[in-house]
C-alpha cells in the first residue's frame, strides 16, 4: 500500500526558511487530501497544513497563516510544505499524512481535529528545530 517518507528538516535560527517533501511510493495520492501536523513534548498535536485532493482546498490555522504553504505535485506524486520567518515555538516533529476522501470529513477538520484525526497514512516524521 501507500507509503510516505518526509525530509527536508533540519536546524535553522530564528526567521530562517525550510521546505519539507513528503514522497509517496507503492500507489498515487491523487485520491488522498493531504495534512501535514507537528508534535512536540508537552503539545498537543497540531495540524499546521491541509489539502483536499484536488488542491482546490488548503486550510491552515493561524499560528501558521501567511508563514507556512501546502503545495503538491501530482507528477512526482509528493507534497511540500514550505515554512518562512520559522520561530522557536514551530520547533516540533513534523508529518505528513494522507486521508482517503470519504464525502464527509472537511479539509478544515483533518487541521482543527489533528489531535485526535485517524489518519489513514502517514510518515515517519522529520525534525525541525529552531533556535539561536
Known amino acids: 500500500q501507500v507509503q510516505l517518507v518526509e525530509s527536508g528538516g533540519g536546524h535553522v535560527q530564528p526567521g530562517g526558511s525550510l521546505r519539507l517533501s513528503c514522497v509517496a511510493s507503492g500507489g498515487t495520492l491523487d485520491a488522498y487530501d493531504i495534512a501535514w501536523f507537528r508534535q512536540a513534548p508537552g503539545k498537543e498535536r497540531e495540524g499546521v497544513s491541509c489539502g483536499d485532493s484536488s488542491g482546490g482546498v488548503t486550510y491552515y490555522p493561524d499560528s501558521v497563516k501567511g508563514r507556512f504553504t501546502l503545495s503538491r505535485d501530482k507528477a512526482k506524486n509528493a507534497v511540500y510544505l514550505e515554512m518562512n520567518n520559522l520561530q522557536p515555538e514551530d520547533t516540533a516533529a513534523y508529518y505528513c499524512?494522507?486521508?482517503?476522501?470519504?464525502?464527509?470529513?472537511?479539509?478544515?477538520?483533518?487541521?482543527?481535529?489533528?489531535?485526535?484525526?485517524?489518519?489513514?497514512?502517514w510518515g515517519q516524521g522529520t525534525q525541525v528545530t529552531v533556535s539561536s
Open positions: 499524512a494522507a486521508d482517503l476522501e470519504d464525502g464527509i470529513s472537511t479539509i478544515q477538520a483533518m487541521c482543527v481535529m489533528a489531535k485526535t484525526w485517524k489518519y489513514d497514512i
